[in-house]
């Protein structure tokens, strides 16, 4: 890599006492006035917010090193193609993974796509059950039922208990000799609930059985090791994790891989090309069709290094105490319900009020410049569990803090007092 091509270095050094103003001051948008006061930005489960030093390796990018990748002998290219690879290598090395099981997509919802498309399409008969829990985001649930129409075969869920837990007795009921893969959410986007990815890979893989695990809540929020995790399939999004949208990343073990057809066809997917057939280029790029998104990836990998920098430990615990705060709060104001109170749970705060429905909560809140999100989160199902139309959701991040639970719960009396 020549030295203009290098990406800027991240602006911390590696794991400082966690400060939350210093934070703070990394992402730029905080300090943004909205309806004329302070912004408390609780809507991190949708997508995060992004650091400068984010800003900064894409906006590097485009100035010093943009080309083409793979295709070109000039500098540029060059560059491009070096920055673009090293992101690979940093994405993998976050994740446990070897770089050539680290496929490129759009997101978690892509890389699903991909998974039930490539991997378990040609694979999936008649009678045949894809086997999910009661608590997947629409993006876990479709793509299953797509293929599964095409061939025949079944999408089953496993129940939840009443804190938003999955029922483990009932999901090892489910889990028979018809059973072709399982897939499942590490954090619940709507409850916040860290299942039991571990026990559920160990057991299933114990019946032959595959796992694709749903990482998009996870990654920013808890360590993850894949090669410990051993799951088949693992999905994130780059802008959930305080890098670029648009981005994100299939992990799959090499052998399925390897074993996969291309989904895609198109440029770079290729090694050879004639009219009478083609053959396909070495993984990962045998999934990975078209001018790819390169800056995404070095914001990807820029984000990556950013929370590491911070250290995951220090995060974890920096969210696990406000969302003991969090529920201490919103436990005291009346009429209020919480759903979602797993023992184990990550940053993730959703109820409702009976007072007032959730839409008309989310524009107090907004007067208020409390950012969260309502409506059913992209997990209808989980709304017909739990008997409601829509939750308000305040999920939490790196740079939230006290000032922004006391925020939402003044926002909330406030609620109470107008709808009473
Ligand atoms: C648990 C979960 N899975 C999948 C997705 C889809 O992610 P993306 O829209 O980045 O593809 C989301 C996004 O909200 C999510 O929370």
Redesign the pocket.
């Known amino acids: 890599m020549s030295t203009t091509a290098a990406r800027p270095a991240p602006s911390r050094p590696a794991a400082p006492p966690f400060d939350l103003a210093r934070i703070r001051a990394d992402f730029p948008i905080l300090a943004e006035p909205v309806r004329g006061g302070r912004l408390a930005y609780l809507d991190n ?2 997508t995060t917010q992004k650091p400068e030093s984010v800003l900064r390796a894409m906006d590097y990018y485009y100035r010093h090193q943009n080309a083409n990748v793979h295709r070109a002998v000039h500098d540029l290219a060059e560059r491009a193609t070096t920055a673009y690879e090293a992101a690979r290598d940093r994405i993998a090395r976050f994740l446990g993974a070897a770089r050539e099981e680290i496929v490129f997509t ?5 890389a ?1 796509n991909l998974a039930a498309y490539s991997y378990l399409l040609p694979r999936l008969k008649a009678g045949d059950e894809i086997l999910l829990t009661g608590m997947e ?1 629409h ?2 649930i479709v793509p299953w039922q797509l293929v599964a129409a095409q061939a025949g075969a079944k999408v089953v869920a496993a129940p939840l208990k009443d804190a938003g837990e999955l029922d483990l007795a009932a999901w090892r009921g489910l889990l028979n000799e018809r059973t072709r893969l399982v897939a499942v ?1 590490h ?3 709507t409850l916040g609930t860290i299942n039991p990815v571990e026990t559920l890979i160990r057991e299933a893989h114990a019946h032959g059985v595959p796992v694709l695990v ?1 990482g ?2 996870a990654i920013a929020h808890m360590a993850v090791d894949l090669k410990t995790l051993d799951a088949d399939f693992y ?1 994130c ?1 780059a ?2 994790a305080y890098g670029p949208t648009g981005f ?1 990343v299939l992990y799959a073990k090499r052998a399925h891989l390897e074993a996969m057809q291309p989904w895609h066809g198109g440029g770079d997917m290729i090694r050879t090309v004639s009219f009478e057939g083609s053959t396909w280029n070495d993984i990962p790029y045998k999934f990975e069709a078209g001018t790819p998104d390169m800056a995404g990836a070095i914001g990807f990998a820029a984000a990556l290094d950013y929370i590491e920098a911070q250290g995951l430990g220090a995060i974890a615990a920096h969210e696990h105490a406000l969302l003991e705060q969090g529920t201490a709060q919103l436990s005291e104001i009346p009429g209020l319900r919480l759903i979602g109170t797993a023992a184990r749970k990550a940053g993730i705060l959703s109820f409702v009020m009976d007072c007032a429905h959730p839409q008309d909560i989310g524009t107090i809140l907004d007067q208020e410049g409390v950012a969260v999100r309502t409506g059913h ?2 997990t209808m199902p989980l709304m017909q569990r739990f008997g409601i139309p829509a939750t308000v959701r305040a999920s939490l991040a790196i740079y939230n803090g006290a000032d922004d639970l006391e925020q939402l719960t003044r926002a909330l009396h406030k609620v109470r007092r107008l709808f009473r």
Do not use: L, W, Y
């Open positions: 489960g949708a759009r997101g978690t919802t892509e699903i985001h993006s876990n959410v954090v619940s986007n749903d998009a809540q999905a999004s802008h959930k994100g989160h992209c």
